[in-house]
C-alpha cells in the first residue's frame, strides 16, 4: 500500500472511532478529489448504507438554512448524532464559498451533530462526486440522519437531491418559487413541500398552486407509481412554525421506505447514478487529454479544413479509443 492510502486508513479508523478532526480533514480530500478521495470513499463505501439521508433544496432566500437549523436543533434535542453537509455557491471569480451556512447552524448543533460546508467551485461534476462520497463517509462515522442542503433551484440542486432518501423541496410565497419548482424538475424529487413564511400574503395561493400540481401528477400516472403523495407543510421557520410538522413527515416518510421496501430502489438508483458520474468524468478527462495530443490535433486541423465535422471527428477518436 502507498503511504498516502495507509495515511487516509489511519485517518478513516480514527473518524469510525468519532475523532472529528480525522473526519474533518478526510472531507477536505474528498472536495479535492483525486486518487486520495477514490481510497476514502471505497473504505466508506464497505461499511456505508446504514443512515438516512435527508436532502433540503428550494431557491435562494426560502428559508431552507433557517429551516436546517430548526430540524437541526428539534434531531439534537431528541439524541440523534446527525451531520449536515451545507452546499454553498463558489464565487465564479475566486472560486470561494459563502460558507455562511455552517456560522448560523453552529450554535444551534448539539455536540455530537457535526456541520460542514462544500463549495461547489462551479463544477457540477466534482459536486455530484462529492456529495455521495461525504454522505457515505458520515454514514460509516455513525451519523444518523445526514442532511445535505443546497442553494438555488436548477440542476446541481436536482442531482444532489438524488442523492437524498427523502428531499425536502421549500417554496415560499409570492415568489413563483412552485412553478420554478416544476420547471426544475423538483416536482418530481419531492418527497416533501414546504410552505415557508406562511405568514405572509400568498402561501395559500402557494399551497393551492402546489395541489394542482401534484394532482396532474395523479392524473399522468406519477402518484400511482410511487404510491406516495408528498405532504404540503405550512411553515414559518423564524418562529419554529411547522418544524415538528416537517420532522414528522421526514421520519413517516423514511417508514414508508422501509415498509414499502422503495428504499432498495432508491440507494440502487444513487449508486447507478454515482458510478455512472464517474464514468463520465473518467471519459471527459481522457477526451481533454486526447484533444492536446498528437491525435487530437490531426482530427481538429480536419475539422478545421472542413474535411471532416466535429460529430465526424468525435466519433472517430472515441473509435481509436475503445480499441485501446
Known amino acids: 500500500m502507498t503511504s498516502s492510502s495507509d495515511s487516509s486508513k489511519e485517518l478513516f479508523e480514527r473518524a469510525v472511532k468519532g475523532e472529528r478532526r480525522s473526519l474533518g480533514r478526510l472531507l477536505t480530500s474528498i472536495e479535492r478529489g483525486g486518487n486520495e ?5 471505497g473504505l466508506a463505501h464497505q461499511v456505508s448504507g446504514n443512515t438516512h439521508v435527508v436532502g433540503i433544496t428550494g431557491a435562494p432566500g426560502s428559508g431552507k438554512s433557517t429551516l436546517t437549523g430548526r430540524l437541526l436543533k428539534l434531531f439534537s434535542e431528541a439524541g440523534e448524532k446527525l451531520a449536515v453537509l451545507a452546499v454553498d455557491p463558489s464565487s465564479p471569480l475566486t472560486g470561494g464559498a459563502i460558507l455562511g451556512d455552517r ?3 453552529d450554535d444551534l448543533a448539539g455536540e455530537e451533530s457535526f456541520i460542514r460546508s462544500m463549495a461547489t467551485r462551479g463544477h457540477s461534476g466534482g459536486l455530484a462526486l462529492a456529495v ?23 440542476q446541481v440542486e436536482v442531482d444532489v437531491a438524488g442523492a437524498a432518501d427523502t428531499t425536502v423541496v421549500v417554496v415560499t410565497p409570492g415568489m413563483g418559487d412552485a412553478v420554478q419548482a416544476n420547471k426544475a424538475g423538483l416536482l418530481e424529487v419531492a418527497d416533501i413541500f414546504v410552505v415557508n413564511k406562511s405568514d405572509r400574503p400568498g402561501a395559500n395561493d402557494a399551497r393551492r398552486d402546489l395541489e394542482l400540481m401534484l394532482d396532474l401528477g395523479h392524473v399522468s400516472g406519477l402518484e400511482q407509481i410511487t404510491g406516495y403523495r408528498p405532504p404540503i407543510i405550512m411553515a414559518n421557520s423564524l418562529d419554529g412554525t411547522g418544524a415538528e410538522e416537517v420532522l414528522g413527515a421526514i421520519k413517516s416518510h423514511a417508514e414508508y421506505l422501509h415498509n414499502s421496501g422503495t428504499i432498495h430502489n432508491r440507494q440502487k438508483e444513487r449508486l447507478v447514478k454515482e458510478i455512472q458520474n464517474r464514468i463520465e468524468l473518467l471519459i471527459g478527462l481522457t477526451a481533454d487529454g486526447v484533444l492536446k495530443s498528437e491525435l487530437g490535433n490531426r482530427h481538429i486541423t480536419q475539422v478545421l479544413d472542413r474535411k471532416i ?16
Do not use: C, H, N, W
Open 37 to 41: 478521495a477514490e481510497i476514502i470513499a
Open 103 to 105: 456560522i448560523r447552524m
Open 132 to 154: 455521495p462520497a461525504a454522505i457515505q463517509l458520515f454514514d460509516a462515522a455513525g451519523y444518523e440522519p445526514v442532511i445535505i442542503e443546497t442553494v438555488g433551484v436548477g
Open 309 to 324: 465535422s466535429p460529430a465526424e471527428a468525435a466519433k472517430s477518436i472515441v473509435r481509436l479509443l475503445l480499441k485501446d
